[in-house]
C-alpha cells in the first residue's frame, strides 16, 4: 500500500476534478471552524458573564448612554407570581462588538404595551439577555416624534431589564447544566436561549410568560395560575404560560427544567420549547390525549388546558390571516372569546402592514397597543 502512495498522488494532481472537490472541502472545514469559533464568541459576549467587558467600555465612552439594570439587582424586582415576563434574545452585536442601543420593533412594543394596558395590577418585565444600554433623554432630539421604547415606558407598570445567563441560573437547578456546552452549540441558539429562559423565569418567580409576537386582549390577572394553551390536537404551545411561584406551581417549572435538560435538542427546533411543555403535561395529566386533558380538568390536577380559541386561534399555517384585508371577518369572529392572539412572528415578521390597512392584526395593535401604534410610523 505504501508503494502505491506515490502512483495515488500523481493520479490526485493530475485530475482536476478532485483537487477542485479537494479544494471545496478544505473551504467548507475552514468555514465551518470559523463559523462555530465566532458563534461560541458571540454566545459568550451577548448571553454570559464576558458581556461586562463590552458593555463597561460602551458606557465609559458615553455620558448619554446608561446600562439597564440586572433583573437580579435592580428595584422594583419581579412580584413572585404577580408579574408578567417578555425575554429579547436577539442580543444586537455589531460587526465590531460593539453594542447597539436598546431597540424594539412595533410588534413586541405592540405586545409589551397591551400586557400593561390590559393587567394594570400585574407588573410588566422586559428582559433582555444580552449587554443592553439606551440613550438618555439628555442625549436625544426631544422634538422627535415619540419612540417605540417612550410608548411602552409610559406605562409605569413596564420595566426594562439586562440579565446575564450566567448570573441568572446560578443557585437554580440549571447552573451546572449550563456550563456543559450544549446550549451555546445548538443549531437554534436564540431560539433555545428563549425556551431556555422562559422555564428559568417560571422556575425564578412564576407568573405569566408571554411570547413577543403576541396582542393580549382581555384582563388576565384574574385567571387562576398554572395554565397554558393547545397549539394542535397533540401539541401543547410555549407561547403563553402561567405558573404560581409556590406549591404545584413551582412544582411544575422544577418538572420542565428537568425535562429540559434530559431532553434537550439542540438540532431540533421546537423540542425544547413547545416539546417541554408537552411532555411535562403529558405526565400530569397521564395521558397523551391533548382533548381529554381540556375535557377533564380533575385529571390534570389544576394545570389548566386552554383549547386553542384562547391563544392560538389562528393556527400558524394560516398565519396571514391576521394580515388579509379579505380575511377579517372571519378572523375577528374567529378570536372573539380568545385572550391572547399569536400572530406567528416566525412566518410574518418580513410582512409589513401599512396603515390604514383593515387587517384582523391593524385593527388589534389600534385597539390594545394604541401608543405604540402611533409611534410605529407609516408601517406597523
Known amino acids: 500500500m505504501l508503494l502505491r502512495l506515490p502512483i495515488l498522488a500523481a493520479r490526485f494532481l493530475h485530475n482536476g476534478r478532485l483537487r477542485i472537490l479537494f479544494g471545496v472541502l478544505i473551504l467548507v472545514l475552514v468555514g465551518g471552524l470559523v463559523y462555530i469559533y465566532s458563534w461560541d464568541n ?29 433583573v437580579l439587582l435592580a428595584d ?5 407570581g404577580r408579574s408578567i ?79 446575564s445567563l450566567g448570573s441568572y441560573a446560578a443557585g437554580t437547578p440549571m447552573e451546572e447544566w449550563l456550563q456543559d456546552g450544549r446550549l451555546s452549540s445548538s443549531r437554534y441558539l436564540f431560539s433555545h436561549i428563549s425556551d431556555f429562559l422562559r422555564y ?24 387562576p395560575p398554572n395554565y397554558t394553551g393547545a397549539e394542535s390536537n397533540t401539541h401543547l404551545a410555549a407561547g403563553v ?18 425535562d429540559f435538560q434530559h431532553n434537550f435538542n439542540g438540532q431540533d427546533w421546537g423540542n425544547n420549547g413547545p416539546g417541554v411543555i408537552t411532555r411535562v403535561a403529558q405526565k400530569i395529566c397521564g395521558t397523551k390525549d391533548i382533548t381529554l386533558m381540556q375535557e377533564d380538568p ?45 400572530v406567528w412572528n416566525k412566518h410574518s415578521s418580513t410582512l409589513p402592514i401599512k396603515k390604514g390597512l383593515k387587517s384582523a392584526y391593524a385593527i388589534y395593535a389600534e385597539q390594545n397597543c394604541p401608543r405604540s401604534f402611533k409611534a410605529a410610523g407609516e408601517y406597523f
Not at 241 to 258: K, N, V, Y
Open 42 to 70: 458571540d454566545y459568550y459576549l451577548c448571553f454570559m458573564e464576558g458581556q461586562k467587558m463590552v458593555t463597561q467600555q460602551v458606557v465609559d465612552a458615553d455620558a448619554d448612554t446608561s446600562l439597564l439594570e440586572d
Open 76 to 80: 422594583p424586582k419581579p412580584v413572585p
Open 241 to 258: 404560560m402561567s405558573l404560581a411561584a409556590t406549591g404545584f406551581g413551582h412544582e411544575i417549572a422544577s418538572s420542565c427544567l428537568r
Open 298 to 342: 380533575k385529571r390534570c390536577m389544576g394545570f389548566k388546558v386552554f383549547g386553542r380559541g384562547a391563544f392560538y386561534a389562528v393556527p400558524w399555517k394560516k398565519w396571514r390571516d391576521f394580515f388579509d384585508p379579505e380575511k377579517l371577518e372571519s378572523t375577528l369572529a374567529s378570536c372573539k372569546d380568545s385572550y391572547v392572539v399569536h
Open 200 to 223: 428559568l423565569t417560571l422556575y425564578r418567580y412564576g407568573g405569566l410568560y408571554l411570547d413577543m409576537d403576541v396582542v393580549v386582549l382581555r384582563n388576565m390577572e384574574k385567571v
Open 85 to 163: 415576563f417578555f425575554h429579547e434574545t436577539s442580543c444586537h452585536l455589531s460587526t465590531n462588538k460593539e453594542l447597539e442601543a436598546l431597540r424594539v420593533t412595533s410588534r413586541q412594543a405592540c405586545a409589551i404595551e397591551s400586557a400593561a394596558l390590559h393587567n394594570p395590577n400585574f407588573q410588566v418585565f422586559v428582559l433582555f439577555a444580552g449587554p443592553t444600554y439606551r440613550i438618555s433623554a439628555a442625549g436625544r432630539n426631544n422634538s422627535q416624534p415619540q419612540s417605540l421604547v417612550e410608548a411602552i415606558l409610559s406605562y409605569s407598570n413596564v420595566h426594562l431589564r439586562r440579565l
